[in-house]
C-alpha cells in the first residue's frame, strides 16, 4: 500500500493505491477510523507516527498540526490513516480506535453501535475509515502460507462488502485477521448502509484487499 516501503513492487499495488485514496478523498474533513491490533486503545488528531519499524521512517500525522510533533508509537491501522489522510485529504483530522483482535462478534457488533452513537452526537459531519486486512493465506507467497480454504472466505468477504451485507460481516471466521473491525462496521451501520460501492478487489501477494465505500 505505501509505495515507500514497497520499493520496485509500488507498481503492482498502484491500483489498490488510488482505489483508497479516492475513497478516502470522499470523507468528510473529520474521520473516525478503525483497525484491530493487540490491544484497545485510542489515538487522537495531535498523534505523530513513524514506518520506521517497517524499514524506512516515514512520519504521518492524524492531522497536520501532529507533523510538527515527536512520533509516537501507533499500531499500524493509525499510521496507515496516517498515511492516507496526508495524501487523499491534508485537511482532515482524524481519531484511530484499535480493537482488540480477539473480541468476540457479538462483542464487536456492539462496539460499532456504540461508535455510531458517539458519531452522530457530533455536532461535523463524521467520516468512518476502516482499516482492516482480509486473509493472509490465498496464494502460495502469501505471508501466513498458503490455505486454499481461505479464498472463498475471502470471496464472501469482498461479496458483502460490495453489497452492504453487514450479517455476513457477522459470520466472517478469524481467518480473516480484521474479522473484528469488519463486524463493528456491521454494528455502526444496522440495519444496512444506504448504498454500497466497491473500487477495488484484489490480492496482491496473497493477501485480500477491498476498497469500497459505504453511505450510512
Known sequence: ????????????????????????????????????????GASGPASLGTFAGYGVDLRVGLSDAALHGDPVRLPLCALITAWL???????????????????????????????????????????????????????????GGY?????PVQTALDDALATGDGAALTRLPDGIVGRVAYQLL?????????????????APYGVGYFVGVWTP
Open 186 to 202: 456491521a454494528g455502526l451501520t444496522e440495519p444496512a448502509p444506504r448504498s454500497a460501492k466497491e473500487l477495488y478487489r484484489g
Open 85 to 143: 489522510r496526508g495524501i487523499a485529504q491534508p485537511q482532515a483530522t482524524a481519531e484511530v480506535r484499535s480493537v482488540r483482535r480477539d473480541h468476540a462478534p457479538d462483542t464487536a457488533v456492539s462496539l460499532g453501535r456504540s461508535l455510531r452513537r458517539e458519531a452522530d452526537a457530533l455536532d461535523d459531519p463524521v467520516g468512518v475509515l476502516v482499516v482492516a486486512d482480509g486473509a493472509h493465506t490465498l496464494t502460495p507467497p502469501a505471508p
Open 1 to 40: 500500500m505505501v509505495p515507500e516501503l514497497a520499493g520496485a513492487a509500488a507498481a503492482e499495488t498502484a491500483d489498490l493505491r488510488e482505489a483508497a485514496v479516492t475513497a478516502a478523498a470522499a470523507l468528510p474533513p473529520r474521520w473516525l477510523a478503525v483497525g484491530v491490533s493487540e490491544t484497545d
Open 147 to 151: 490455505d486454499p480454504d481461505s479464498v
